[in-house]
């Protein structure tokens, strides 16, 4: 039971354009979320998070919106860069705050931004 | 080193034989969580340590699996007989506490023939 879903295996966009990825979920247990980015041979490396009680958390160029009622997340990139290319993952955690380390990810998708 | 690191980078071994796995996480992170990632998957939960408490083990599929933390430091991963279902990317973090896991070593590639 895939509780976490990232439903496009890849994605590719054109250098300054925006990268739109998305995230869904069916544990409404689930309050924490964070996406991870991971370069080929290097272990994902933590990008940015939201927590249950916000729908928006921005970073730079990089924003996570949360939509509850949809169960649905997704990490925009403005602008994108080539170096943006990599595999990003959503990962969830329950009771925040508590359950620490212990997330469920989804599959990855594979971001290819162009130059 | 200032990351976390995990040795080796690659094993490949034979069906039914033991391997162990080791981390060495970053220096004063008292939270240690062993991933594993399997071809095409998302990375899945293993185990996890925090401080002096007990270890979550609920994410080892299998009594063959096994983790220990010696001196709040360095972590070894052990798995017995291994199958070739085992294969993946294993791959260990660290952190301070709190949640999500901000540093990951590299991982060790299993490979079970």
């Known amino acids: 039971d895939q509780q976490v879903k990232q439903n496009s295996p890849s994605l590719s966009v054109q250098e300054g354009r925006i990268s739109i990825l998305n995230c869904d979920y069916t544990n409404s247990m689930f309050d924490y979320f964070l996406w991870y980015k991971k370069y080929p041979a290097e272990g994902p490396t933590f990008l940015i998070s939201i927590s249950s009680i916000k729908d928006k958390n921005e970073d730079g160029r990089f924003t996570v919106f949360l939509n509850k009622s949809a169960k649905h997340l997704s990490l925009h990139i403005v602008p994108s860069q080539p170096g943006d290319s990599a595999v990003y993952f959503c990962?969830?955690?329950?009771?925040?705050?508590?359950?620490?380390?212990?997330?469920?990810f989804g599959q990855g998708t594979i971001l290819t931004v162009h130059p | 080193g200032a990351g976390v690191s995990q040795s080796p980078s690659n094993k490949v071994t034979e069906k039914g034989k033991d391997v162990e796995l080791r981390c060495d996480p970053i220096?004063?992170?008292?939270?240690l969580y062993w991933y594993r990632q399997s071809l095409g998957q998302g990375l899945e939960f293993l185990i996890y340590f925090q401080g002096n408490s007990a270890p979550d083990k609920s994410g080892l599929p299998s009594d063959r699996f096994s983790a220990e933390r010696t001196g709040g430091s360095v972590s070894t991963l052990t798995i017995q007989r291994t199958q070739q279902e085992d294969s993946a990317v294993y791959l260990c973090?660290?952190?301070?506490?709190?949640?999500?896991?901000?540093?990951f070593g590299p991982g060790t590639r299993l490979t079970v023939l």
């Open positions: 973090a660290s952190s301070l506490g709190g949640v999500g896991i901000g540093f």
């Open positions: 220096s004063g992170h008292t939270a």
């Open positions: 990962a969830a955690s329950e009771d925040g705050g508590t359950s620490y380390g212990k997330l469920t």
